[in-house]
Each structure stands twice: as structure tokens, then as C-alpha cells.
């Protein structure tokens, strides 16, 4: 079965300074997707950024940047010059694909438990 | 471009009624799915619609079911509600084609079950 683990519950960082958020996962399946989601106390979940298992490059989007790692079965999400406004749970998610027909997009995707990142001023 | 739309953000019901939410996916898209959030048991697939059809299904009860619309929205129903039910319900909405890059969340319903 699919699992995605994330080992760190709470995380702190200072403002200004890069943080790491470390994801492993695993599957059986050669073609997945990797999501990393933010979710601030409001409860909505923000899309950060994607990373597909042929994707050759580690995903950038902006200050998050994907250190992927395919042999270790690993998906970090880096953010670098961490800002107050960051301060939120993160949850890395992975995409299982169920239907692979014509279009193969039938999907879900399965969380990790989170990561709570506080930033300092 | 609008976002994805979730309605009502918060609702208190109580045991043994139903409830219905409901999920407006970003235009063009026309996979919707659903999640529900717990501290206990954290993010949980419910189900997955697209073009009407319901493509996959999380490990819930009968109670929990769904439908989605010919313009995409999505509905989730909840019958005889068990104080277990109270949660974050986020629905999610995704294009449908060959790749599966990006799935954009709602900012979900709460629901209080007392």
C-alpha cells in the first residue's frame, strides 16, 4: 500500500533563514505524483508545489523548491527565506493513481500526517 | 479565475440528522473529490466524481455519498450523523487529462456534530 510519512510534527525556524520539511514515501507504482500543501489556520488547503516521478528536474515554484530524491524514496519541500506568513501545517501528499484508462486521471491522494512549521521574528 | 467554492464554511448539527455540502470546482475542471480531516486520523479520501460519475471511493460508511452535476459542482451528503462526523470537509478539484498536476482545495466546511 501507498504511505507517505512525514517525521516531523513541529518544526521552528527563524524569519529570513531557509527550512527544510522532510517527506518520504512509498509505492510500487513507477508513475506518481508528489504534492506538497500548505494549510494555515483557516483550514484551506494551498497547492505549493508538484513533482511527477519521470520529472527529471526538482520542481521550483517561487521559494519552494522540491528536493526529490527518487532512489530514496524521498520529497523534501525547501523554503527558503522563510517570512512570518509562513507559519502554517504543511502535508506532503502523494497522487495514486487508480484508472488507467484513456485518460488516466482517476486519482486520489494520501496525506502525510503534516509538519507545523513555526517562523520566528 | 475563480478559485475552488465550498459552502456552507460552517455548520452545527445534530446527531441522527443529514447534511448536504457543496463543492464548486474552478471552471474547466471536472474532477472533483472530497476529503475529510480529522486531528485523530488526519486527511482521509471520501470520494472522487468526474462527469457525473463516481470514479473512486474512500473507505466510508454507506452514509457518506455524493453526486456531481453536468457543470462539474459537487454535492456530498452525510445521513444519520454520528458526533464522529465533525470535521473539515475539503473538496478538491483537478483538470482531467493525461497528466494529474495540480489538485486546487477549497477552503472547506466545518462541520460540528453535537
Known amino acids: 500500500a501507498q504511505k507517505i510519512t512525514q517525521t516531523q510534527p513541529g518544526m521552528f525556524v527563524q524569519e529570513k533563514e531557509a527550512v527544510t520539511l522532510d517527506c518520504t514515501y512509498d509505492?510500487?507504482?513507477?508513475?506518481?505524483?508528489l504534492f506538497w500543501y500548505k494549510q494555515p489556520s483557516s483550514g484551506e488547503m494551498i497547492f505549493l508545489i508538484y513533482?511527477?516521478?519521470?520529472?527529471?528536474q526538482n520542481a521550483t515554484e517561487g521559494r519552494y523548491s522540491l528536493n526529490f530524491q527518487k532512489a530514496r524514496k524521498s520529497a523534501n519541500l525547501v523554503i527558503s527565506a522563510s517570512q512570518l506568513g509562513d507559519s502554517a501545517m504543511y502535508f506532503c501528499?502523494?497522487?495514486?493513481?487508480?484508472?488507467?484508462?484513456?485518460?488516466?486521471?482517476?486519482?486520489?491522494?494520501?496525506f502525510g500526517q503534516g509538519t507545523e512549521l513555526s517562523v520566528k521574528p | 479565475k475563480a478559485g475552488v467554492t465550498q459552502t456552507p464554511r460552517y455548520l452545527i448539527k445534530t446527531r441522527g440528522q443529514q447534511v448536504t455540502l457543496s463543492c464548486s470546482p474552478i471552471?474547466?475542471?471536472?474532477?472533483v473529490s472530497w476529503y475529510q480531516q480529522t486531528p485523530g486520523q488526519g486527511l482521509q479520501f471520501l470520494f472522487e466524481?468526474?462527469?457525473?460519475?463516481?470514479?473512486n471511493k474512500g473507505n466510508f460508511p454507506g452514509r457518506f455519498s455524493g453526486r456531481q452535476f453536468s457543470n462539474s459542482r459537487s454535492e456530498m451528503n452525510v445521513s444519520t450523523l454520528e458526533l464522529g462526523d465533525s470535521a473539515l470537509y475539503l473538496c478538491?478539484?483537478?483538470?482531467?487529462?493525461?497528466?494529474?498536476?495540480?489538485?486546487?482545495f477549497g477552503q472547506g466546511t466545518r462541520l460540528t456534530v453535537v
Open positions: 478538491a478539484s483537478s483538470l482531467a487529462g493525461v497528466t494529474y498536476t495540480e489538485a486546487f
Open positions: 509505492t510500487s507504482d513507477p508513475s506518481y505524483g
Open positions: 513533482q511527477g516521478s519521470y520529472d527529471q
Open positions: 501528499a502523494m497522487r495514486e493513481d487508480t484508472d488507467k484508462g484513456e485518460y488516466n486521471q482517476g486519482g486520489k491522494l494520501i
Open positions: 471552471s474547466g475542471h471536472r474532477s
Open positions: 466524481y468526474f462527469s457525473e460519475t463516481q470514479r
